[in-house]
């Protein structure tokens, strides 16, 4: 069976600097990895690689993505293709409001799919009906993207374009940083919804905590630009119960 | 690091979609501006003598000035003898009815979207259509005439209400006010006129449509409009002209006279040929437009999208005399490749409780300059004025300026004027964002300077806000790459 995502030694810098030293990855159709590491592990850099953010260049390796040569797209051909970035740091575009942001992106990626646009009632049901589930109320619909937006309200912004936007490989980058107990089982339970048998995740995350609601199938675990092991849910536990510091130092050992 | 919007990516003239030549017999004056030329011109219209008169001693006063040297923009020298001063296509009389528009211009028309008709798009604005030195067309005449509005070509104005042009022309703007408004008065050639009468609330938007089609000329026209106590009008202005290598002079002078509690709102969107990318031919946009509000609780509001010209420089006034008077200026600039803008407002506050607000967004690229040059003047009689000015400045690119130059005089304590201003690039973050959720790149600059601008699009009327919003996106094609 062909892998939703494909990630064979792959090298990057930023600012001439080596941050990914050979990392391979394999996502099937339908499985939830999480990746998880030490600050300055190089996680988020692997995220912005994947999404195709132009800060971070690629030095060696192959990324496949379906059939597709991912490093050989635009951000915007990637997010077509559906790949979706969930950011750590939501960006604020003043004047622009929320919803007429969301539907804009959705039709830009219906259009690229060769849909239809989706017409305005259409949109804002299903805007509604997700933003209702995900705790999101009608004022932070109407205002400016992201801005003035809590830590918390970010993130269930971004979980709501990743719902509306229905990618096949969703990348969620530390989603859960600055996110209170109840918040992270709203952000959670969402993901866990869009969880299907053709759909992908990779879950970045510095703690464990977020892996007990979106359980996981692999856990890996990155160290210095490289997946240093790779097993089931219990790694994450052992992670958590040993800390980075043993991790690292045995594996350095 | 290579930063996305260091580059600027190479752009072909051809995004320019209005640059098409419309191939029509016209009649014209060879090049070159004297007395003679006036007279003619004059005659040419059939004029009554006050009005020959009154462009000659225009012209003698053009005559004695000089070009003004106080801009930030720069151009070479202007030569005035190499412009004709009146290029109209040949028709032996203004057709009687929308029907008999000869077929070219009227495709003409039909390519920049704005079919001459009473239908359809166009329901609800009635629309002056002014080819080159003449208006070709006016359509919801009748409709107007029932309530007794008057809108109609002012070379019409000129013949049918003598009396209203002869009190109020010259009136906000005299001829001797500045080297381009004389240069206009004594050389106009035609515009728009606009009367609404007292207690009348417009029920349309009235609009003109400018094009310049002819080479080698200039356009000067002139715009009148008056709002008799306690009515309201709502007035749109569009431009454009076909892609040229040479530059082309638009000296235009417009005129609001607002009395007691009447509301005159003024919208332009004006997207002449910017010029080439290397900055070779486009539009001289040197305009001078003033708002009057001569009455009690009378209010001018002036709104520009301003996306086209190789040179925009003109600043949008009103003169704030009427006690409780208000004034506002809404505005946007945007340069782009070699565009120059200096552009802004002046408010004048004289009455007492006068208000004004200013709302200018300067977008730069390329290798642009945008300059926001406003004045706000209290006098001593404005007790209790209010000013409120906010400029921002938005920077695409590492090659254009952003200039923001406020004049503030203040001759009365109670007083109060605040000004604000910032300066922002669109930020890589940003469009990366935009583009990871599927948007392009292009569309993403446009999403964020519409955002920028929203507070300004909101201002515009409907029928122009979506023109102007897909205008900001054009204009900035290939800023970024």
């Known amino acids: 069976m062909t892998a939703l995502l494909e990630i064979e030694n792959l090298h990057a810098r930023v600012d001439g600097k080596p941050i990914l030293k050979g990392v391979s990855l394999s996502i099937a159709p339908g499985e939830v990895h999480a990746i998880m590491g030490p600050n300055g592990s190089g996680k988020s850099t692997l995220a912005f690689v994947l999404a195709g953010h132009e800060a971070y260049e690629v030095t060696d390796g192959s990324i496949r993505f379906g059939d597709e040569d991912l490093l050989a797209m635009e951000p915007e051909e990637r997010a077509h293709a559906g790949l979706f970035l969930a950011m750590q740091y939501p960006v604020e575009i003043p004047g622009v409001g929320n919803l007429y942001f969301l539907r804009q992106a959705l039709n830009a990626v219906r259009k690229a799919r060769g849909l239809e646009e989706i017409s305005a009632a259409e949109f804002l049901r299903k805007a509604r009906e997700e933003a209702r589930r995900l705790g999101i109320g009608e004022e932070l619909l109407k205002r400016d993207l992201n801005v003035g937006f809590s830590g918390g309200e970010k993130k269930r912004n971004e979980i709501l374009q990743m719902a509306l936007l229905e990618p096949r490989l969703a990348v969620l980058d530390e989603t859960d940083s600055g996110l209170d107990i109840d918040a992270l089982r709203v952000v959670a339970e969402g993901v866990n919804r869009m969880r299907s048998p053709e759909r992908g995740f990779l879950v970045i995350t510095h703690y464990q905590r977020l892996l007990e609601y979106i359980v996981p199938d692999v856990v890996h675990v990155m160290v210095d630009g490289r997946i240093r092991r790779t097993g089931g849910p219990e790694l994450a536990r052992e992670l958590e119960a040993r800390g980075y510091e043993a991790f690292v130092g045995r594996l350095a050992a | ?481």
Request: hydrophobic share 35%; with cysteine.
């Open chain 2, 1 to 481: 690091m290579a930063t996305a919007i260091e580059t600027v990516r190479e752009v072909t003239a051809s995004e320019y979609k209005y640059g098409f030549t419309t191939p029509v017999e016209e009649e014209r004056f060879p090049p070159g501006l004297n007395e003679d030329v006036v007279r003619r011109l004059s005659e040419r219209k059939g004029e009554p003598a006050w009005l020959t008169e009154w462009r000659l001693a225009a012209f003698r006063r053009w005559q004695q000035m000089e070009m003004p040297d106080w801009q930030k923009v720069k151009f070479p020298p202007i030569d005035f003898q190499a412009i004709s001063y009146f290029a109209a296509p040949k028709q032996k009389v203004r057709p009687k009815s929308l029907d008999e528009i000869d077929p070219e211009i009227r495709r003409t028309y039909d390519k920049l979207g704005i079919p001459i008709r009473e239908q359809e798009i166009l329901a609800g604005v009635a629309v002056d259509y002014v080819f080159d030195s003449v208006s070709v067309a006016t359509t919801f005449k009748k409709k107007l005439e029932e309530l007794g509005i008057i809108f109609c070509s002012i070379s019409e104005a000129v013949r049918e209400h003598p009396e209203l042009v002869r009190k109020y022309l010259g009136s906000v703007v005299p001829p001797g006010d500045n080297f381009f408004a004389a240069l206009n008065s004594a050389v106009f050639s035609d515009g728009s006129f606009v009367y609404v009468p007292k207690g009348v609330r417009c029920p349309m938007e009235l609009s003109t449509y400018f094009r310049i089609n002819a080479a080698g000329t200039g356009q000067f026209e002139r715009t009148l409009i008056i709002a008799d106590e306690g009515s309201y009008v709502s007035y749109l202005e569009g431009c454009t002209a076909p892609m040229r290598d040479e530059h082309q002079l638009h000296a235009a002078v417009v005129e609001l006279i607002a009395l007691d509690d009447a509301e005159i709102k003024y919208s332009t969107v004006q997207n002449w040929y910017p010029g080439d990318k290397e900055g070779r031919g486009g539009i001289y946009n040197f305009v001078t437009k003033r708002g009057l509000c001569r009455g009690r609780r009378s209010k001018i509001s002036w709104t520009q999208v301003e996306t086209g010209s190789a040179i925009t420089w003109k600043y949008p006034s009103c003169i704030l005399q009427g006690d409780d008077s208000v004034g506002e200026f809404y505005s946007v600039a945007v340069t782009n490749h070699h565009q120059q803008a200096d552009t802004g407002t002046k408010m004048i506050h004289i009455g007492k409780r006068t208000r004004s607000r200013i709302v200018s967004k300067g977008i730069a690229a390329g290798r642009s300059d945008n300059t926001y040059r406003g004045l706000v003047r209290v006098l001593k009689s404005a007790e209790g004025a209010r000013n409120h000015t906010q400029c921002d400045s938005l920077l695409i690119g590492e090659h254009c300026g952003a200039h923001t130059i406020p004049y503030i005089e203040v001759a009365n304590r109670s007083a109060r004027c605040e000004h604000e201003a910032t300066t922002s690039k669109i930020s890589e973050d940003q469009l990366f964002y935009c583009r990871q959720r599927g948007i392009s790149e292009e569309d993403a600059v446009a999403l964020i300077v519409n955002g920028f601008c929203r507070e300004v699009m909101n201002e515009l009327p409907m029928e122009f806000a979506v023109e102007a919003k897909k205008l900001l996106g054009i204009s900035l094609e290939g800023s970024v790459g």
